[in-house]
């Protein structure tokens, strides 16, 4: 008996060394997360929340949607549901975050979360994994998933046109350059957002084609989209479709208005079966989607 109790001892003398080898690893393993901790804010201030690219350079890659689609499973859908149609927190694949603004937009948003609500940040994840959510996120605006609006499509082209819509606006690649391209905007939006962008343009402003006015040296004011910017120079693009460039100290003031260069009135100008015709229309054009990008491109 004192033999076959004498393996047992042995074998747990065997474990309790292997736990102290691995108290050991974990004390390295404390000091050297210490060490990161104590370097991180640091870090943490010099790379922000920028991705190091300002695109996703997964795009809509089918397996970076399904990996993604996975990863929110594991960390988001308790709060956004199981296919981000919202639950505790919003639907995802109506948000204006996804759907409109860019996609490094997006990329930040996720890694910093929204500071004094639930949405929690996700400091642990590598780029190539909030790529991953970002393209599966950007997926989720499909536009099989909603019927196609009703109107009369022909005549919203008419409208389109008879507004002066592509004045500003590209569609079947051609049309103006001031505010974004349409060809992909029935993938983008729902008609409900369109029509709130159409009636009431001021309420959000497209990412890259925000309103500035500057006043010049000499007294004169002028207004445009903004389209880059930097410490030393603007460049605005004007209604008639110019770019121009200025020189920030020639400039007695600069101001970005939460103002649309687009006209606020098609409401009043525009019937009510006129609009339908036009959403009808926009809802047909689904090129495939392109996010916006900041500075002069388009889609
Ligand atoms: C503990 C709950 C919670 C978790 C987990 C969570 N979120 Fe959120 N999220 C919120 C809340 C709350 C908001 C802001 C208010 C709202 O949209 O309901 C929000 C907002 C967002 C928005 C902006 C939506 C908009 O309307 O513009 C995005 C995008 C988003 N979350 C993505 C994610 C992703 C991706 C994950 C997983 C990595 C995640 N969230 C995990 C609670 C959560
Ligand atoms: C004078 C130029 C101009 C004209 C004319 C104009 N728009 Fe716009 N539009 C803009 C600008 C600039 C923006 C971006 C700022 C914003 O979000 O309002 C914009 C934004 C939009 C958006 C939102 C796009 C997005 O990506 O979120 C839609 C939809 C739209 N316009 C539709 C129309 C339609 C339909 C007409 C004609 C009835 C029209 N626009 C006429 C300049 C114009």
Redesign the pocket.
Known sequence: MGRAGAPPSIASRKGSRKRGRLRTTRIAAFVSLAVLLALAPAAAQRSAQEPTESRNPLGRDAAAVEAGDE??HE??A???GQQAE?A???N?AV????SRGSEAG?FK??RA??PG????P?PD?PEGRLWQ?VSY?RSLAHPAEQPPVPGNVAAGQAVFQRAGCAGCHVVNGAGGFLGPALDSIGVRRDSDKIREDLLDPSAELAEGFGTVVVETAGGETLEGVLKNEDSFTLLVMTADGGIKTFQRKQLRSVHTPQRSQMPADYGQRLGPEEVQDLLAFLDRQRDPFVPVRRGFGNY
Not at 95 to 98: I, K, N, Q, Y
Not at 117 to 120: D, K
């Open positions: 990863l929110f960390r988001c308790v709060c956004h919202g505790m927190a919003s995802l948000a204006r975050s996804v997006l948003l996720i979360g929204i609500t639930e949405m929690p996700q994840l959510l996120l």
